[in-house]
C-alpha cells in the first residue's frame, strides 16, 4: 500500500517531466505555430504603436468596427514603437506574425527586407490616392509593402510673446542667417533661444534631418562640406549659448517641456504637438524650418503605415485586405489623424483637414515637402547611416570631436 | 515567450492522467527502481535548469555564432560564422572605452557602495533612538524601482534646470553639463548608481555585525582600545566573511548595471558612459536593424566575466565552510 502511493507519485512525476520535456521540444524548434491567429479563424489581430489609446478609445472602437464590417472579431494589441519592430521580427520567426500591423515608417524597408510584409501586389492593398512622397517611405525595389495611416513632420514653433519682446520680426527669418541673427537678438533680451533634441537614438537624426537636407548633403554623403555646415550651425549655437546644452539629452518630449516653460523663442518639434501647443498658455506660430540659403527645407516624414504581415494561411489576406482598406478609408482617415494629430496621406483628407482647421496649412505643406528616412533607394541602409548620424551629433555637440571629424569618422563607419 | 505560457498551461494535465496507467510499472519492479527515483525526482528542477538557463544560454552563445540579418533571423538559415562576431567587437572602436568603463564604473561603484554601507552600518549599530526608522528610510532607494530613481536623477541632474546645477549656482559654481559632457557622464551615473547600491551593503553588513558578540567590545574597553582600535581589530576582521560575499555579490551586480545607464544617457554622449551592458543592448536593440550576432557576443563576455567571479565566490564560500 504503501510502496504502491509512492510508485503512483513516482510516475505522475516521470509523466510530468517527460510532457515538459516534449513541451520544451515543441517550443524549441520554433513550431509552435499557435497563438496569435490560429486559435480561431474569425479572429484578427492588429498591433499597433499607440498604447496611449484605451478599450474605450475612438481608436480602439473604429478597429472594431472595422471588424465588425468584414465579418470577423478584433484582438488588438498595442506596443511601445521602439518595442514594435523587435516583437514583429520575433513574431515573424515563430509563424505568429499579425494579420494587420501598424508600424513606423522607416522599419518598413527592414521588415520588407526580412520577407516579413507582403507586398500590394499579394495583398490587394490600393495605394493610388496616396501623396508619393509619403508613400515612397514603403517602397522598395518598386514593390509597395502598405499604406501610410498618417504623416507628421517637423517644423519650428515660436513664441510669439518672447520674439516681440526680443524685437524680432518672424518674417525677417527666412535662411540660417537670419534665423540665428534672430537668436542672438533673443539671447541680448535675457531669453532663451532655441530647443531641439539631439539624442543619441533615431529621435536626434529625425530632429537633424531637415538642417541636414536643408543644406544640401545628402544622406549617402555624410561627411560632405554642406553636412558639416549643418552640424557647425547646431555646434555654433551650443557654443554661443542659443541653444541649451541639455538638447544633448533631450527627447522631443523633453524639448517641448523646455519650449513649454515659455523662456524658449523657438522650438523644432512635430505635428502631434499641436494639441498641447494650444494648452501651453502663450501665444504661438509655426514656422517651415528653412533652407541653408532660403526656401523650406525638406523634412523627413514621420507617422506609421498599415502593413499586412506574411502568413502561413494566405486565404487570411482577403480580409485583412478589407481591413486596412475600412482603416484608410476617407472617412476613417480623417477621424484616425485628428485623433492622432497627424496630416492625412491623400490630398482628399487634407484637404478636408484644412477645411475644419487652417492652423493645418503650414502642417500639409510641410508633410507635402517632406521626405522619407528610407527613400533615394537608400532602404535597409538607413538604420546604419542613421545611427552614424546621431553618434556624430552627440559627440560634436558634446564637444568631444569637431563637427568634421565627427562626420568623416561616420562616413567611413557606414562604409 | 512561448516557453513561459505555454509550460504552465500543459504541465497539470498529465498530473491527472498519470493516475491512471500506475498499474503497469508495479509489475516491472526491479532493484533499480531506487536509483530510478532518485532520477525522478531531479528531473524537475534539472528540467526547470536546462528550460530557462542552459537553453537560452545556448541559444545565446548559438546567435554569437552565426551571421544574421533580419531576414536569415525571420527565416532561421543564418550561416555559421565561428568567432567572427567576436572579432567585430573587439575590432570595434567602442570595445576599449566599454571595456575601461565597465572596470571603472564597476570598481569605483563597488568601492563607495562597500565604505559608505559598511559606515552607515557601524553608526546604525549603535542602537540610539529612531536608529530603526532612519535605517528604514536608508532602503528607499532599493524600494523604488529603477526607472523611477533614474529618471530623478536625471532630472535634477540636468544641465540647465537640474536642482543640483541650481544648488552649485547658488554657491557661484558655473554650470556643470552631468549628462551632456563626455567627461561628466561617467561620473554621474556612476554617482547615481553608488546611491542605489548602499542600502544593500547597508543591509548585509548590518546584520553581519549582529553576529559580531558584544563581549568582544566590552573586554577590548576594559583593555582601553578606544573606538578606531575596536573596529579595526575586531568589527573588521569578524565581518570578513560577510564583507567578501558582499563585495563579490555587488560585482556582480554591478556589471551588468543596465538600465540607470541607459535611462541617464543612454551610453553617450560619444560612447562616454557606454559600458558592456548597454553595449549589448544599444546593438540587439538600439537601431531600427538590430545586430543581434555582436549584441549577443558582447553578452556572452559579460557572461563570461561574471561567471569567472561567480566561480571566485563559490571558492571563497568554499573556504569558508572549511575554516
Known amino acids: 500500500m504503501n510502496s504502491s502511493s509512492r510508485q503512483r507519485r513516482l510516475t505522475a512525476a516521470a509523466l510530468t517531466a517527460l510532457a515538459v520535456a516534449t513541451t520544451a521540444t515543441a517550443c524549441g524548434s520554433g513550431s509552435g505555430g499557435s497563438g496569435a491567429n490560429a486559435a480561431d479563424s474569425g479572429t484578427y489581430t492588429i498591433w499597433d504603436p499607440y498604447p496611449q489609446f484605451d478599450k474605450g478609445s475612438a481608436w480602439a472602437k473604429l478597429l472594431?468596427?472595422?471588424?465588425?464590417?468584414?465579418?470577423?472579431?478584433?484582438?488588438?494589441?498595442?506596443?511601445?514603437?521602439?518595442?514594435?519592430?523587435?516583437?514583429?521580427?520575433?513574431?515573424?520567426?515563430?509563424?505568429?506574425?499579425?494579420?494587420?500591423?501598424?508600424?513606423?515608417?522607416?522599419?518598413?524597408?527592414?521588415?520588407?527586407?526580412?520577407?516579413?510584409?507582403?507586398?500590394?501586389d499579394d495583398n490587394k492593398l490600393d495605394t493610388s490616392k496616396v501623396d508619393p512622397n509619403l508613400l515612397a517611405a514603403g517602397q522598395s525595389d518598386a514593390k509597395t509593402y502598405g499604406t501610410p495611416i498618417g504623416a507628421n513632420t517637423l517644423a519650428l514653433y515660436y513664441n510669439k510673446e518672447v520674439l516681440k519682446e526680443a524685437g524680432v520680426d518672424i518674417a525677417s527669418v527666412k535662411d540660417w542667417k537670419s534665423l540665428t541673427a534672430a537668436l542672438q537678438k533673443?539671447?541680448?533680451?535675457?531669453?532663451?533661444?532655441?530647443?531641439?533634441?539631439?539624442?543619441?537614438?533615431?529621435?536626434?537624426?529625425?530632429?537633424?534631418?531637415?538642417?541636414?537636407?536643408?543644406?544640401?548633403?545628402?544622406?549617402?554623403?555624410?561627411?560632405?562640406?554642406?553636412?558639416?555646415?549643418?552640424?557647425?550651425?547646431?555646434?555654433?549655437?551650443?557654443?554661443?549659448?542659443?541653444?541649451?546644452?541639455?538638447?544633448?539629452?533631450?527627447?522631443q518630449t523633453t524639448s517641448w517641456q523646455e519650449f513649454a516653460s515659455g523662456d524658449y523663442a523657438f522650438a523644432e518639434n512635430g505635428t502631434w504637438q499641436l494639441a498641447n501647443a494650444e494648452?501651453?498658455?502663450?501665444?504661438?506660430?509655426?514656422?517651415?524650418?528653412?533652407?541653408?540659403?532660403?526656401?523650406?527645407?525638406?523634412?523627413?516624414?514621420?507617422?506609421?503605415?498599415?502593413?499586412?504581415?506574411?502568413?502561413?494561411?494566405?486565404?487570411?489576406?482577403?480580409?485583412?485586405?478589407?481591413?486596412?482598406?475600412?482603416?484608410?478609408?476617407?472617412?476613417n482617415l480623417y477621424d484616425t489623424d485628428t485623433t492622432l494629430s497627424y496630416v492625412a496621406p491623400t490630398s482628399e483628407v487634407q484637404d478636408k483637414q484644412v477645411a475644419a482647421n487652417a492652423e493645418l496649412k503650414p502642417w500639409v505643406d510641410a508633410v507635402k515637402a517632406a521626405k522619407g528616412r528610407t527613400?533615394?533607394?537608400?532602404?535597409?541602409?538607413?538604420?546604419?547611416?542613421?545611427?552614424?548620424?546621431?553618434?556624430?551629433?552627440?559627440?560634436?555637440?558634446?564637444?568631444?570631436?569637431?563637427?568634421?571629424?565627427?562626420?568623416?569618422?561616420?562616413?567611413?563607419?557606414?562604409k | 515567450m512561448s516557453h513561459t505560457t505555454e509550460v504552465p498551461h500543459r504541465r497539470p494535465t498529465p498530473g491527472h492522467s498519470g493516475a491512471g496507467p500506475t498499474t503497469p510499472p508495479r509489475a516491472r519492479r526491479r532493484p533499480g527502481s531506487q536509483q530510478f527515483a532518485a532520477w525522478a525526482f531531479l528531473a524537475p528542477?534539472?528540467?526547470?535548469?536546462?528550460?530557462?538557463?542552459?537553453?537560452?544560454?545556448?541559444?545565446?552563445?548559438?546567435?554569437?555564432?552565426?551571421?544574421?540579418?533580419?531576414?536569415?533571423?525571420?527565416?532561421?538559415?543564418?550561416?555559421?560564422?565561428?568567432?567572427?562576431?567576436?572579432?567585430?567587437?573587439?575590432?570595434?572602436?567602442?570595445?576599449?572605452?566599454?571595456?575601461?568603463?565597465?572596470?571603472?564604473?564597476?570598481?569605483?561603484?563597488?568601492?563607495?557602495?562597500y565604505v559608505i554601507g559598511l559606515a552607515l552600518a557601524v553608526f546604525f549599530n549603535q542602537h540610539f533612538r529612531l536608529s530603526a526608522t532612519l535605517r528604514a528610510l536608508f532602503l528607499v532607494p532599493w524600494l523604488l524601482p529603477l526607472i523611477v530613481s533614474a529618471s530623478t536623477w536625471s532630472w535634477m541632474l540636468n544641465s540647465e534646470s537640474?536642482?543640483?546645477?541650481?544648488?552649485?549656482?547658488?554657491?557661484?559654481?558655473?554650470?556643470?553639463?552631468?549628462?551632456?559632457?563626455?567627461?561628466?557622464?561617467?561620473?554621474?551615473?556612476?554617482?547615481?548608481?553608488?546611491?542605489?547600491?548602499?542600502?544593500?551593503?547597508?543591509?548585509?553588513?548590518?546584520?553581519?555585525?549582529?553576529?559580531?558578540?558584544?563581549?568582544?567590545?566590552?573586554?577590548?574597553?576594559?583593555?582601553?582600545?578606544?573606538?578606531?582600535?575596536?573596529?579595526?581589530?575586531?568589527?573588521?576582521?569578524?565581518?570578513r566573511p560577510v564583507s567578501a560575499i558582499t563585495l563579490l555579490l555587488g560585482l556582480v551586480y554591478t556589471l551588468k548595471v543596465f538600465d540607470i545607464i541607459w535611462i541617464m544617457t543612454k551610453g553617450g554622449p560619444a560612447d562616454s558612459s557606454t559600458t558592456f551592458a548597454t553595449w549589448s543592448y544599444q546593438l540587439g536593440f538600439g537601431n531600427l536593424v538590430p545586430a543581434f550576432g555582436p549584441?549577443?557576443?558582447?553578452?556572452?563576455?559579460?557572461?563570461?566575466?561574471?561567471?569567472?567571479?561567480?566561480?571566485?565566490?563559490?571558492?571563497?564560500?568554499?573556504?569558508?565552510?572549511?575554516?
Request: hydrophobic residues 45%.
Open chain 1, 186 to 251: 533673443v539671447k541680448k533680451a535675457g531669453k532663451k533661444g532655441v530647443t531641439f533634441s539631439a539624442i543619441g537614438t533615431e529621435e536626434g537624426s529625425f530632429q537633424f534631418l531637415p538642417w541636414f537636407w536643408g543644406s544640401g548633403a545628402k544622406l549617402t554623403e555624410l561627411d560632405s562640406a554642406q553636412g558639416v555646415s549643418a552640424l557647425s550651425l547646431w555646434k555654433d549655437w551650443l557654443d554661443k549659448g542659443y541653444a541649451p546644452n541639455s538638447v544633448i539629452n533631450n527627447t
Open chain 1, 375 to 414: 527613400s533615394d533607394e537608400l532602404g535597409t541602409k538607413y538604420p546604419k547611416i542613421s545611427e552614424q548620424m546621431w553618434k556624430a551629433v552627440q559627440s560634436a555637440l558634446s564637444g568631444s570631436t569637431s563637427p568634421k571629424d565627427a562626420l568623416s569618422a561616420a562616413q567611413s563607419a557606414v
Open chain 2, 162 to 239: 537640474g536642482v543640483v546645477n541650481a544648488l552649485l549656482g547658488a554657491v557661484g559654481v558655473d554650470q556643470v553639463n552631468w549628462l551632456t559632457s563626455p567627461s561628466w557622464s561617467l561620473t554621474s551615473v556612476i554617482i547615481a548608481n553608488i546611491w542605489i547600491g548602499v542600502p544593500f551593503n547597508l543591509v548585509v553588513l548590518y546584520s553581519g555585525l549582529q553576529s559580531v558578540p558584544a563581549a568582544l567590545y566590552e573586554a577590548a574597553a576594559l583593555d582601553g582600545a578606544g573606538a578606531w582600535r575596536r573596529f579595526w581589530s575586531i568589527t573588521f576582521p569578524l565581518l
Open chain 1, 64 to 120: 472594431d468596427s472595422c471588424g465588425t464590417e468584414a465579418g470577423v472579431k478584433i484582438k488588438r494589441t498595442a506596443f511601445d514603437t521602439s518595442d514594435l519592430s523587435n516583437k514583429a521580427l520575433l513574431a515573424a520567426q515563430q509563424d505568429n506574425s499579425a494579420d494587420v500591423l501598424i508600424v513606423d515608417n522607416p522599419v518598413v524597408s527592414t521588415l520588407a527586407e526580412a520577407g516579413v510584409l507582403t507586398t500590394t
Open chain 1, 279 to 331: 494648452k501651453a498658455g502663450f501665444d504661438y506660430g509655426v514656422l517651415p524650418i528653412p533652407g541653408a540659403d532660403g526656401g523650406n527645407a525638406s523634412a523627413p516624414t514621420g507617422g506609421e503605415f498599415v502593413t499586412v504581415p506574411v502568413q502561413g494561411d494566405t486565404g487570411r489576406y482577403a480580409t485583412s485586405q478589407k481591413l486596412v482598406t475600412c482603416l484608410t478609408s476617407t472617412d
Open chain 2, 45 to 113: 528542477v534539472t528540467l526547470y535548469l536546462v528550460l530557462f538557463y542552459a537553453y537560452p544560454l545556448y541559444r545565446n552563445i548559438d546567435l554569437s555564432l552565426r551571421n544574421y540579418t533580419v531576414r536569415s533571423f525571420v527565416q532561421g538559415d543564418a550561416p555559421f560564422t565561428g568567432v567572427e562576431n567576436y572579432r567585430t567587437v573587439f575590432d570595434d572602436p567602442t570595445f576599449a572605452p566599454a571595456l575601461l568603463h565597465t572596470v571603472v564604473f564597476t570598481a569605483v561603484c563597488l568601492v563607495f557602495q
Open chain 2, 295 to 323: 549584441g549577443a557576443a558582447v553578452g556572452n563576455l559579460l557572461v563570461v566575466a561574471a561567471l569567472v567571479f561567480g566561480l571566485v565566490y563559490v571558492r571563497v564560500q568554499r573556504k569558508q565552510a572549511l575554516s
